[in-house]
């Protein structure tokens, strides 16, 4: 089991910047993949970006050049740097963890944190 807490939502003006972090416990986080998925009401949970155990990235098409994710595996955290914030960056914002082994999937999510962007 893994347990993840997002924390470092809030209020933000356009071009503004925010950090959301995940705390994560209850196993080994190193070998986990990490993501960042946000929803917005009304719309599907999307990914925003992931990071592997082995520290490789991705990132959807508006996150790119302006988001930023990293982990800390001494921590036990995975960040999202976010800047130049749009108003169409609001949402929900969800930590996850996945993993598979030959024997099955196992995927975390934590209750997320709100991030919006108004002017």
């Known amino acids: 089991q893994v347990q993840l807490v997002e924390s470092g939502g809030g209020s933000v003006q356009p071009g503004g910047s925010l950090r959301l972090s995940c705390a994560a416990s209850g196993s080994i986080f190193s070998i986990y993949d990490m993501g960042w998925y946000r929803q917005a009401p009304g719309k599907q949970r999307e990914l925003v970006a992931g990071?592997?155990?082995?520290?490789?990235?991705n990132y959807r098409d508006s996150a790119k050049g302006r988001f930023t994710i990293s982990r800390d595996n001494a921590k036990n955290t995975v960040y999202l740097q976010m800047n130049s914030l749009k108003p169409e960056d609001t949402a929900v914002y969800y930590c996850n963890a996945n993993r598979v082994n030959i024997y099955r999937g196992y995927d975390y999510w934590g209750r997320g944190t709100q991030v919006t962007v108004s002017s």
């Open positions: 990071i592997t155990s082995g520290g490789s990235t």
